[in-house]
């Protein structure tokens, strides 16, 4: 039977293999002035780059916070067959991790109240490009950190919720870790506001 593991490193495998084809092809075919990342970035649109800031600031914020109710819900509803007074209790775990959702939500509501219509028939001014780049990187760096987040929370508070199921006392010191794990979530929505504190809304050329 193949592993998930080898599917996965065949996949990337092929991606690299094709990835190095193409730019050798292009370059021993006198043809590398067509590589030409540059240009490229400047042909999408600046709503394009914004909305996939936007998009992944939401949908891995989301990712994190469902694997970490995952990863925390399993081991508070194993934990509860032991000793069932101590799934009240651990419910802070999931609330910890439904906060990371909450912070990409609250991230992709300030940028998406930087984009508004350009009626300018010149197109986009630099100002606007700036605009677009910061709420991607913002949102990229959003969503990571909220992942990194959720992930964090859900394993301390699988750990958590074993370790209160084997003595109550344990509970309140692993829940200290698990509180500055989930400040990692804080950090990722600190860094989206300083990314974009200087990004003004579309304005057009």
């Not at 540059?38 to 649109?45: A, D, E, N, Q």
């Not at 891995?60 to 081991?75: L, Q």
């Not at 419910?91 to 509501?109: K, Q």
Request: with cysteine.
């Amino acid at each position: 039977m193949i592993s998930l593991k080898t599917v996965k490193n065949a996949f990337l495998l092929s991606v690299l293999s094709f990835t190095t084809f193409s730019l050798l092809y292009l370059i021993l075919t006198g043809r590398g002035n067509l590589i030409d990342i540059g240009g490229f970035i400047l042909k999408v649109s600046p709503y394009s780059w914004a909305l996939y800031g936007i998009s992944f600031c939401v949908g891995v914020s989301g990712i994190g916070a469902a694997w970490g109710m995952f990863i925390t819900g399993t081991s508070i509803v194993g934990g509860a067959v032991r000793s069932p007074q101590m799934a009240t209790r651990n419910l802070i775990s999931v609330i910890f991790c439904e906060v990371v959702a909450i912070y990409g939500i609250i991230m992709a509501i300030v940028f998406s109240s930087k984009i508004s219509p350009v009626s300018s028939a010149k197109g986009y001014s630099n100002s606007d490009y700036y605009t677009a780049f910061s709420i991607f990187f913002g949102g990229l760096i959003v969503g990571l950190c909220n992942l990194v987040c959720g992930i964090a929370v859900g394993v301390t508070g699988s750990n958590a919720a074993l370790a209160d199921a084997h003595d109550q006392q344990l509970f309140v010191k692993v829940l200290i870790i698990e509180i500055f794990g989930s400040v990692l979530g804080l950090f990722g929505l600190i860094s989206g506001l300083l990314i974009t504190g200087k990004a003004v809304n579309f304005e057009g050329a």
